[in-house]
T-cell receptor
């Protein structure tokens, strides 16, 4: 199994540009989520999904959209990038609804200028 | 979720056992102790979890005191690749919609 994969690894955007961060998992996990991690801070939940067709907001959802059309994929869209969205983004999946055991991808390092 | 307290940093010699403590004195009866680590520039990695019995897997052992107010993660033969920030998290086994809360953790540095 490849586990949780994320692309791209690095991205630089200009303010106002849009882009999609890709996340895929091959473990047939129902639960997937997106976190952001800022320097010196813990991870903060952006959006999550408990299964295909179902998404919900986390702690910091503003400026981000998600969709879950398949079990495997959970893309994160930045509609109009802002410098405040400069961060490292991690996607995670979990095999159970409790979501206490989560498996994280390698991250996407995003810089917005 | 119960609050946890961990030392901010620890050193350990390569090849020795690394013992990472965690205090969770307000843990309730249905809460489990989970450990994750984050190696620099990588995503967090799940290590192990337990309720009240000692647990062991291929990565580590988890020792939980009888009163469950503290626990110790043991890496039996630490290597340089174990240098990371280690997080102790207490969660209800039923989990929840909220994300995992990673505190400041313990920065473990393995010395050659």
């Amino acid at each position: 199994n490849a586990g949780v994969t994320q692309t791209p690894k690095f991205q630089v955007l200009k303010t106002g540009q849009s882009m999609t961060l890709q996340c895929a998992q091959d473990m047939n996990h129902e639960y997937m989520s997106w976190y952001r991690q800022d320097p010196g801070m813990g991870l903060r939940l952006i959006h999550y999904s408990v299964g295909a067709g179902i998404t919900d907001q986390g702690e910091v959802p503003n400026g981000y959209n998600v969709s879950r059309s398949t079990t495997e994929d959970f893309p994160l869209r930045l509609l109009s990038a802002a410098p405040s969205q400069t961060s490292v983004y991690f996607c995670a999946s979990s095999p159970d609804r409790a979501r206490n055991e989560q498996y994280f991808g390698p991250g996407t390092r995003l810089t917005v200028t | 979720d119960a609050k946890t307290t961990q030392p901010p940093s620890m050193d350990c010699a390569e090849g020795r056992a690394a013992n990472l403590p965690c205090n969770h004195s307000t843990i309730s009866g249905n809460e489990y102790v989970y450990w994750y680590r984050q190696i620099h520039s990588q995503g967090p990695q799940y290590i192990i979890h337990g309720l009240k019995n000692n647990e062991t897997n291929e990565m580590a052992s988890l020792i939980i005191t009888e009163d469950r107010k503290s626990s110790t993660l043991i890496l039996p033969h630490a290597t340089l690749r174990d240098t990371a920030v280690y997080y102790c998290i207490v969660r209800n086994r039923g989990g929840g919609a909220d994300g995992l809360t990673f505190g400041k953790g313990t920065h473990l540095i393995i010395q050659p």
